[in-house]
């Protein structure tokens, strides 16, 4: 598989116990359906209240992700995007067959955002349909 951002090939690697498909170049990830709840759901990385707030509130450098969807890394089709939470700005790109991929640092603001608070996490997780 590709990067969808910059062609490069992805490589594999743990994050959080989970095998991922990660570009060295831009640190984005691509998840197949399923492995975004693993993720989630293992926490071996915890955030403290404060470390939660710093990753929230470091937004201003992802704020400036890509603004066009990404293609599905498997399929190539025009993933579609879905806004993971209405207060802090991240948007993910869905393939609705093949999983997700998430820009740099998508991935950090999500966990931090599930360990605060697990009824917004079961309530995204319903809503992207993994
Ligand atoms: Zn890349
Ligand atoms: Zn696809």
């Known amino acids: 598989m590709q990067c969808p951002r910059c062609d490069m090939p992805l490589v594999t690697a743990k994050y959080e116990s989970v095998e991922v498909d990660m570009c060295e170049q831009c640190w984005g990830f ?7 709840q693993q993720v989630l759901t293992e926490q071996a990385l915890t955030f ?3 470390e939660s707030d710093l990753v929230l509130g470091a937004r201003s450098a992802w704020d400036s992700g890509p ?5 599905c890394p498997r399929c190539s089709r025009t993933m579609q995007r879905l806004s993971y939470n209405e207060s802090v700005h991240i948007v993910i ?11 740099t640092g998508e991935i950090k603001k999500i966990q931090a955002i599930a360990e605060k608070s697990k009824d917004i996490h079961r309530m995204l997780l319903a809503k992207l349909g993994i």
């Open 93 to 103: 790109d869905r393939c609705a067959e093949h999983g997700i991929w998430l820009d």
């Open 30 to 36: 691509w998840l197949d359906s399923g492995e975004l």
């Open 67 to 71: 603004e066009e969807p990404a293609a």
């Open 48 to 50: 403290s209240a404060e």
